[in-house]
């Protein structure tokens, strides 16, 4: 076990206080950020190094944005915070006693990082729910690598169905099957639909937009169940009207590289089996928190929730331990949802705490959270929002979504290539990014494994 020379453990003698903030998302980039003119060593560290805009990653795997364009580089966002730098590395412990965290290296070494305050804010990973060998033939869309390999996925499954002469293979390839009925599912559904219809329609001359079948399961009893009635009777049937199958209360019961086997049942309790034949399944249905998570909890003996998310205090500390804070979809603070805003308005107060420690602000008080509504796309033109109490559809939800997103945006580049990237979209219907990468095989793999570069 090495140190990190200037960034090694804490010594006793004269020196600025040090702020390790694990993770650089929605949390954990606000936290340092807000700590820009604190006297204080800050250093983020973080698996990759890009800050990942997660609600647009669907827009990356439907061809709509380049990569970069909802993830900066970290150390591009934080270049101009002198007090901060940036290690690339993964966190795998957190010691309390002796103030440290573990982090193993781009060069594979696992190096000590002294702390005086630490803020965690990993976030979440997908959850199969028992069910982890689906992952190799129904990828989830956590990660940027994720998005990039499914747009490939969905782009080759279009020109796999172009050269096959086989009417029901054919179909096979143009059926796509999305398990999960949150903003994820929803999002992914809609703009499918419009990539395959509106863009691929006019390039593959060959394919029969009749055998297209778009198809979003979900166990529940509507999609974007947080959102109020009207609104997900809006988007169930505005799915419809763009072609998208809503099967609602059909739980995924086996996914493999041919199709997915849905079961359902009445009333009566009878349970109905059906199996959908399809190359592409997609995964959108449950999270967990990182693994990182449970090892915290039991190194500060935090209690954790049935989600197994740590429960905090009012000022987003760990229990017993008012040097550590846990931040983002990774804890509980009054059952908020694990959804971006909660995490950015906890890195703003983090911030305000620590800077208060470091004597330099006054008290912030208890966290208190200011919902700003709940919203996802479903067309171009049309996105439902739910706002205190307000709730917009068609184009004036859109107009609500497409503002806080864009203000959401880190970066006036990167804010600016996005409005022109949709606007391009929405006026000509093409799509710039149909890149295909990689040299894989057309058919799914049978393991994880086997997907990675």
Request: hydrophobic share 45%.
């Amino acid at each position: 076990m090495t140190a990190f020379g200037l960034l090694g453990p804490l010594g006793t003698g004269e020196r600025r206080r040090r702020v390790v903030v694990v993770g650089g998302g929605f949390g954990g980039l606000r936290v340092a950020r807000g700590l820009r003119r604190a006297a204080a060593e800050v250093v983020v560290v973080d698996r990759v190094n890009h800050h990942l805009f997660q609600p647009l990653l669907y827009q990356v795997a439907t061809a709509l944005l380049p990569p970069g364009d909802i993830a900066p580089a970290l150390r591009a966002v934080l270049a101009n915070q002198p007090n901060t730098r940036v290690v690339l590395g993964d966190v795998t412990d957190v010691e309390p006693a002796a103030r440290t965290v573990t982090v193993t290296t781009t060069d594979g070494a696992a190096r000590q990082l002294g702390y005086d305050y630490l803020v965690v804010a990993v976030g979440s990973t997908q959850s199969y729910f028992g069910h982890e060998e689906w992952a190799g033939t129904a990828p989830p869309m956590k990660t940027l690598e994720q998005a990039v390999e499914l747009r490939t996925r969905l782009l080759r499954a279009f020109e796999a169905a172009a050269v096959n002469d086989d009417d029901q293979t054919r179909r096979e390839w143009m059926t796509f099957v999305i398990v999960g009925g949150g903003p994820t599912g929803v999002e992914l559904a809609g703009q499918l639909a419009a990539l395959a219809r509106r863009t691929l329609r006019r390039e593959f001359h060959d394919l029969d937009p009749t055998h297209l079948r778009i198809v979003l399961a979900d166990a529940g009893e509507a999609v974007l169940a947080p959102f109020s009635a009207p609104l997900r009777e809006h988007t169930r049937v505005r799915l419809g009207r763009l072609g998208v199958e809503v099967l609602l209360e059909h739980k995924a019961t086996g996914i493999d590289a041919d199709g997915i086997s849905l079961a359902s049942g009445d009333h009566g309790g009878t349970v109905r089996e059906q199996r959908i034949q399809a190359r592409t399944v997609v995964w959108a249905a449950g999270v967990q928190p990182a693994p990182l998570t449970r090892q915290l909890a039991e190194a500060t003996g935090a209690p954790t929730d049935r989600k197994g998310r740590i429960e905090v205090e009012p000022d987003c500390s760990v229990p017993g331990h008012p040097d550590i804070f846990a931040i983002g979809d990774m804890v509980n603070l009054r059952d908020l949802p694990g959804i971006a805003e909660p995490a950015i308005q906890e890195g703003h107060y983090v911030a305000k705490v620590i800077g208060h420690r470091l004597g330099e602000r006054g008290n912030p008080g208890p966290f208190r959270y200011r919902d700003l509504g709940t919203m996802a796309t479903i067309a171009p033109r049309d996105a439902v929002a739910d706002i205190r109490g307000v709730r917009l559809h068609g184009p004036a939800g859109k107009a609500a979504w497409a503002g806080v997103h864009i203000a959401f945006l880190v970066g006036w580049g990167n804010r600016a290539a996005v409005l022109a990237n949709w606007a391009w979209t929405m006026v000509t219907g093409r799509r710039q990014q149909q890149l295909i990468l990689g040299r894989r095989r057309m058919r799914p793999s049978a393991s994880p494994a086997a997907e990675q570069t």
